[in-house]
């Protein structure tokens, strides 16, 4: 066993000693446990909802882009990919732009992948491949030849001679050499896999991204642990927004080791002290049993009664101003 960093990067929390490795495999700490073969055979063949599921269609607001806003703000592009814009510099996060193994994109992109420009930082919270799409990549890539990719651990293996931008990786409370904002990598609850016999070879994580008093939270893949997200909150003063995974929940007894339902995602938001709360992982890929527009219909039921917090649900190509 080892613990491992960026040793050229500075530590936000003291006395971390950095991400364990067991057999240089990476280990978190924040760990609920893990589904075994048996709940995967469980999940793949019984399905309550299926007939639900099957009629399902995505019911999401849509807003074409004749171009990405210069302004402060973020826009959904669906799933887990946003742009964001804070204080003149301009990032994505977890880029996927088509159809990906398995899976097809059930919404529009709001924009041409070439009309995606002017991007500084490039954020990759996993290796998952809704996550981290290489095809996306190398447009992004061919539009955005000065762009930075920001990382966890062991990313770059993935990313080597297939990408040419500069990749940077950090471990969990590790902060980014950035110009014009703060970004940290923070823990997440979920793990790592490319391909069978690559598992957590390389580290996963959540951002801060922090400019001129504002923060805004990018939670990645995680499932619910209280004390991640009250660690996080002794770092950060009430988030400012707060971007959540919603979707691919269901069965519990099987997702609940890697992804948060919406109930546990407004205990996070809350746990976390953040004051608007901006949901993902949603409506674009069928990963799950739940129909694809149950995770923002039970949403909106937990924030029934919650007054002194923001829900703020856009549609893919919707820009929210900050």
């Known amino acids: 066993?080892?613990?491992?960093?960026?040793?050229?990067?500075?530590?936000?929390?003291?006395?971390?000693?950095?991400?364990?490795?067991?057999?240089?495999?990476?280990?978190?700490?924040?760990?609920?446990?893990s589904a075994g073969f048996s709940d995967f055979v469980k999940w793949r063949f019984g399905n309550?909802?299926?007939?639900?599921?099957?009629?399902?269609?995505?019911?999401?607001?849509?807003?074409?882009?004749?171009?990405?806003?210069?302004?402060?703000?973020?826009?959904w592009l669906g799933h887990a990919t946003f742009?964001?814009?804070?204080?003149?510099?301009?990032?994505?996060?977890?880029?996927?732009?088509?159809?990906?193994?398995?899976?097809?994109?059930?919404?529009?992109?709001?924009?041409?992948?070439?009309?995606?420009?002017?991007?500084?930082?490039?954020?990759?919270?996993?290796?998952?491949?809704?996550?981290?799409d290489i095809r996306s990549?190398?447009?992004?890539?061919?539009?955005?030849?000065?762009?930075?990719?920001?990382?966890?651990?062991?990313?770059?293996?993935?990313?080597?001679?297939?990408?040419?931008?500069?990749?940077?990786?950090?471990?969990?409370?590790?902060r980014y050499e950035t110009r014009g904002v703060d970004i940290d990598l923070l823990p997440a609850v979920h793990w790592g896999r490319r391909k069978l016999t690559d598992g957590n070879k390389d580290l996963w994580g959540s951002f801060m991204i922090s400019a001129n008093g504002r923060h805004i939270y990018f939670a990645g893949d995680t499932a619910y642990n209280k004390k991640l997200f009250e660690d996080i909150a002794e770092l950060y003063q009430e988030p400012d927004i707060c971007i959540f995974p919603i979707g691919a929940y269901s069965p519990r007894f099987f997702m609940k080791y890697a992804h948060m339902s919406p109930s546990e995602a407004v205990e996070a938001f809350t746990d976390i002290g953040g004051k608007t709360f901006v949901p993902m992982h949603y409506g674009t890929f069928v990963l799950s049993d739940e129909p694809i527009?149950?995770?923002v219909s039970l949403l909106e039921k937990e924030f029934t009664g919650i007054s002194?917090?923001?829900?703020?649900?856009p549609g893919i190509g919707e820009v929210i101003r900050l």
Do not use: C
């Open 308 to 313: 002194d917090k923001q829900l703020n649900i």
């Open 137 to 174: 990549l190398k447009i992004i890539e061919k539009y955005n030849p000065d762009a930075e990719i920001l990382a966890p651990l062991g990313i770059r293996r993935i990313l080597e001679n297939k990408i040419s931008l500069k990749i940077s990786e950090a471990g969990w409370f590790q």
């Open 293 to 295: 527009n149950e995770p």
């Open 83 to 132: 742009v964001i814009n804070i204080e003149g510099i301009s990032m994505i996060t977890d880029p996927v732009l088509y159809d990906i193994p398995m899976f097809r994109r059930r919404t529009l992109l709001p924009l041409g992948p070439e009309e995606i420009t002017g991007l500084d930082y490039i954020l990759l919270s996993h290796d998952h491949r809704d996550h981290l």
């Open 48 to 75: 309550p909802q299926k007939k639900e599921k099957k009629n399902s269609v995505p019911d999401i607001k849509f807003e074409w882009l004749s171009e990405l806003p210069s302004v402060d703000s973020l826009v």
């Open 1 to 33: 066993m080892s613990y491992i960093n960026n040793p050229q990067l500075g530590t936000i929390k003291k006395g971390y000693p950095g991400n364990k490795q067991v057999n240089g495999r990476f280990s978190g700490e924040y760990s609920i446990g």
